[in-house]
């Protein structure tokens, strides 16, 4: 059963029109009659406010780090109030520096994510982290899709935290 925080979360998410209801592809390739777009809510100050806090109480790491777009107001929110810096991990190298990674490079690293489906995007960007010389082991996402991001990323030495899960949004 979801606790308090939780609900809060799942109403915030549902209350600013995050999660719609149609056919989607999903940046993983699949479909899916739902979507949740946390793009929506993390321009609000206090639902931001709301997940960072949230968030940072499963940051273990010497620093956060998280994939450009989605995340990355989500890490400059958990950086905010845990003073940890912070890492954004590029998709692509064609502009700016050349460079995938903004931030330092070092360290114990918990990623950041918006949402969880399949881990792929996770898994990418954790392994460029390890092959700089960063430890990842650790991701905290708002909402785990429960598509098999989880199992994916233990099986790579990654444990998975969710605020909230599919399950909590469908079926309550």
Avoid: W
Avoid at 62 to 71: F, N, S, T
């Amino acid at each position: 059963m979801p606790d308090e925080t939780q609900r809060l979360i799942k109403e915030k998410l549902v209350g600013c029109g995050a999660i719609m209801k149609g056919d989607f592809t999903l940046s993983s390739g699949k479909r899916s009659d739902y979507y949740v777009d946390i793009k929506k809510c993390i321009t609000d100050p206090n639902i931001l406010g709301l997940l960072s806090s949230v968030i940072q109480r499963y940051v273990h790491g010497d620093a956060i780090a998280g994939v450009e777009l989605g995340a990355v107001p989500l890490i400059v929110g958990v950086s905010i109030l845990s003073g940890k810096r912070y890492i954004i991990v590029r998709k692509d190298r064609d502009h700016g520096t050349g460079s995938l990674f903004i931030g330092d490079v070092s360290g114990h690293i918990t990623m950041i994510e918006d949402v969880v489906t399949t881990g792929g995007s996770v898994l990418r960007a954790a392994n460029l982290l390890r092959e700089n010389g960063a430890t990842v082991d650790e991701c905290v996402c708002v909402v785990d899709r429960e598509e098999g991001g989880f199992e994916s990323l233990e099986k790579n030495g990654i444990k998975l935290h969710s605020l909230i899960t599919a399950s909590m949004i469908r079926h309550s």
